[in-house]
Protein backbone atom coordinates (compact mmCIF):
# COMPACT_ATOMS: atom_id res chain seq x y z
CA UNK A 1 0.00 0.00 0.00
CA UNK A 2 1.49 3.29 -0.89
CA UNK A 3 1.07 6.50 0.77
CA UNK A 4 0.63 9.81 -0.40
CA UNK A 5 4.05 11.76 -1.05
CA UNK A 6 6.27 11.28 2.10
CA UNK A 7 7.85 14.84 3.85
CA UNK A 8 11.67 15.22 4.00
CA UNK A 9 13.18 13.85 6.85
CA UNK A 10 16.30 15.28 8.06
CA UNK A 11 19.27 15.41 5.58
CA UNK A 12 16.48 15.60 2.77
CA UNK A 13 15.66 19.19 4.05
CA UNK A 14 17.00 21.75 1.93
CA UNK A 15 16.57 24.87 3.78
CA UNK A 16 19.23 26.60 5.73
CA UNK A 17 16.48 28.01 8.68
CA UNK A 18 13.67 26.55 9.53
CA UNK A 19 10.95 27.25 12.43
CA UNK A 20 10.48 24.13 14.96
CA UNK A 21 7.76 22.66 16.44
CA UNK A 22 8.80 20.15 19.62
CA UNK A 23 7.07 16.69 19.92
CA UNK A 24 4.58 18.38 22.65
CA UNK A 25 3.43 20.62 19.66
CA UNK A 26 5.19 24.09 21.44
CA UNK A 27 6.60 26.33 18.95
CA UNK A 28 10.85 26.58 19.66
CA UNK A 29 11.44 29.47 17.33
CA UNK A 30 13.19 29.74 14.31
CA UNK A 31 17.05 27.32 14.21
CA UNK A 32 19.75 27.12 11.29
CA UNK A 33 19.44 23.50 10.11
CA UNK A 34 22.19 21.89 11.60
CA UNK A 35 21.19 23.40 14.78
CA UNK A 36 17.30 21.61 14.45
CA UNK A 37 19.51 18.44 13.51
CA UNK A 38 21.49 18.43 16.60
CA UNK A 39 18.34 19.17 19.03
CA UNK A 40 16.44 16.61 16.87
CA UNK A 41 19.38 13.84 17.39
CA UNK A 42 19.86 14.82 21.07
CA UNK A 43 15.95 13.93 21.98
CA UNK A 44 15.97 11.19 19.81
CA UNK A 45 13.34 12.54 17.21
CA UNK A 46 13.61 13.17 13.63
CA UNK A 47 13.20 16.37 12.19
CA UNK A 48 10.02 15.72 9.59
CA UNK A 49 9.49 19.25 7.18
CA UNK A 50 5.50 19.49 7.50
CA UNK A 51 5.07 22.43 6.37
CA UNK A 52 7.07 22.79 2.88
CA UNK A 53 6.14 25.71 2.01
CA UNK A 54 5.81 28.32 4.43
CA UNK A 55 8.69 31.10 4.37
CA UNK A 56 10.88 29.51 6.74
CA UNK A 57 10.00 25.94 6.53
CA UNK A 58 7.63 24.60 9.20
CA UNK A 59 9.60 21.41 10.94
CA UNK A 60 8.37 18.73 14.02
CA UNK A 61 10.58 16.94 16.29
CA UNK A 62 8.44 13.46 15.69
CA UNK A 63 9.54 9.52 15.51
CA UNK A 64 9.29 9.38 11.71
CA UNK A 65 8.20 5.54 11.61
CA UNK A 66 5.52 6.18 14.25
CA UNK A 67 4.53 8.94 11.74
CA UNK A 68 4.19 6.74 8.78
CA UNK A 69 2.33 4.30 10.12
CA UNK A 70 -0.47 6.54 11.56
CA UNK A 71 -0.49 7.80 8.31
CA UNK A 72 -1.51 4.39 6.40
CA UNK A 73 -3.53 3.71 9.32
CA UNK A 74 -5.68 6.90 8.36
CA UNK A 75 -5.62 6.22 5.04
CA UNK A 76 -6.82 2.14 5.76
CA UNK A 77 -9.86 4.01 7.99
CA UNK A 78 -11.04 6.51 5.17
CA UNK A 79 -10.65 3.44 1.84
CA UNK A 80 -13.50 1.54 4.58
CA UNK A 81 -15.77 4.12 4.35
CA UNK A 82 -15.89 4.18 0.55
CA UNK A 83 -17.89 2.26 -1.60
CA UNK A 84 -16.36 2.17 -5.31
CA UNK A 85 -19.26 1.68 -7.56
CA UNK A 86 -19.15 -1.61 -9.77
CA UNK A 87 -20.45 -2.01 -13.15
CA UNK A 88 -22.48 -5.14 -13.06
CA UNK A 89 -23.26 -7.06 -16.52
CA UNK A 90 -26.28 -8.66 -17.19
CA UNK A 91 -26.87 -10.41 -20.56
CA UNK A 92 -30.20 -11.56 -21.93
CA UNK A 93 -30.91 -12.87 -25.37
CA UNK A 94 -34.04 -11.68 -27.55
CA UNK A 95 -35.90 -14.88 -27.44
CA UNK A 96 -35.39 -15.06 -23.63
CA UNK A 97 -38.24 -17.20 -22.03
CA UNK A 98 -40.75 -15.17 -19.45
CA UNK A 99 -39.53 -17.24 -16.20
CA UNK A 100 -35.73 -16.71 -17.12
CA UNK A 101 -36.48 -12.82 -17.35
CA UNK A 102 -38.05 -12.74 -14.24
CA UNK A 103 -34.68 -14.66 -12.34
CA UNK A 104 -32.51 -12.18 -14.36
CA UNK A 105 -34.85 -8.96 -13.48
CA UNK A 106 -34.66 -10.17 -9.47
CA UNK A 107 -30.99 -10.33 -10.05
CA UNK A 108 -30.16 -6.99 -11.47
CA UNK A 109 -32.33 -5.34 -8.80
CA UNK A 110 -30.45 -6.97 -6.33
CA UNK A 111 -27.44 -5.43 -7.97
CA UNK A 112 -29.00 -1.80 -8.00
CA UNK A 113 -30.40 -2.53 -4.08
CA UNK A 114 -26.51 -3.12 -3.24
CA UNK A 115 -25.44 0.31 -5.46
CA UNK A 116 -23.93 -1.25 -8.53
CA UNK A 117 -24.34 0.17 -11.82
CA UNK A 118 -25.73 -2.71 -13.69
CA UNK A 119 -25.83 -2.85 -17.56
CA UNK A 120 -28.14 -4.91 -19.48
CA UNK A 121 -26.32 -6.28 -23.10
CA UNK A 122 -28.67 -8.11 -25.55
CA UNK A 123 -26.70 -9.96 -28.22
CA UNK A 124 -28.69 -10.60 -31.46
CA UNK A 125 -27.53 -13.56 -33.52
CA UNK A 126 -27.62 -14.45 -36.64
CA UNK A 127 -30.90 -13.36 -38.42
CA UNK A 128 -32.14 -11.67 -35.23
CA UNK A 129 -30.19 -8.82 -36.56
CA UNK A 130 -32.49 -7.67 -39.10
CA UNK A 131 -34.88 -7.73 -36.06
CA UNK A 132 -33.69 -5.49 -34.07
CA UNK A 133 -36.47 -3.53 -32.97
CA UNK A 134 -37.80 -6.79 -31.29
CA UNK A 135 -34.36 -6.35 -29.03
CA UNK A 136 -35.18 -2.13 -28.55
CA UNK A 137 -38.61 -3.43 -27.08
CA UNK A 138 -37.27 -6.52 -24.39
CA UNK A 139 -34.81 -4.04 -23.38
CA UNK A 140 -37.82 -1.20 -22.70
CA UNK A 141 -39.77 -3.98 -21.10
CA UNK A 142 -36.44 -4.10 -18.91
CA UNK A 143 -36.49 -0.23 -18.52
CA UNK A 144 -40.21 -0.08 -17.29
CA UNK A 145 -39.49 -3.12 -14.99
CA UNK A 146 -36.83 -1.26 -13.14
CA UNK A 147 -38.70 1.83 -12.61
CA UNK A 148 -37.95 3.33 -9.05
CA UNK A 149 -35.35 1.41 -8.81
CA UNK A 150 -32.46 2.23 -11.15
CA UNK A 151 -32.35 5.37 -13.62
CA UNK A 152 -31.17 4.95 -17.07
CA UNK A 153 -27.74 6.32 -17.63
CA UNK A 154 -28.14 6.61 -21.53
CA UNK A 155 -30.76 5.57 -23.43
CA UNK A 156 -30.65 2.09 -25.12
CA UNK A 157 -27.73 1.99 -27.73
CA UNK A 158 -26.80 -0.48 -30.62
CA UNK A 159 -23.87 -1.20 -31.39
CA UNK A 160 -22.77 -4.07 -34.38
CA UNK A 161 -24.92 -7.14 -33.12
CA UNK A 162 -25.86 -5.87 -29.72
CA UNK A 163 -27.81 -3.56 -28.08
CA UNK A 164 -27.00 -2.10 -24.34
CA UNK A 165 -28.03 -0.02 -21.44
CA UNK A 166 -26.94 1.45 -18.20
CA UNK A 167 -28.74 1.68 -14.87
CA UNK A 168 -27.51 3.60 -12.60
CA UNK A 169 -28.86 3.09 -8.75
CA UNK A 170 -31.14 5.48 -6.98
CA UNK A 171 -29.86 7.08 -4.29
CA UNK A 172 -30.62 5.16 -1.01
CA UNK A 173 -33.66 6.30 0.85
CA UNK A 174 -32.84 6.28 4.51
Known amino acids: MKIKPLPRVNYRIKARRVKLIGED????????????????RE???DLVEVAPNAKPP???LLDFGRYVYEKKRQERESR?????????????????SEHDYQVKLAKIKEFLMDGDRVKVTLRLRGREIV???LGMKVLEKTITDLEGLGKIENPPKKENNTIYVTFLPEKKRR
Do not use: D, W, Y
Not at 25 to 39: P, S, T
Open 25 to 40: GRVLGEFHIKEAMRLA
Open 58 to 60: VCK
Open 43 to 45: RGF
Open 131 to 133: HSN
Open 80 to 96: KHQHRTVVREMRISLKI
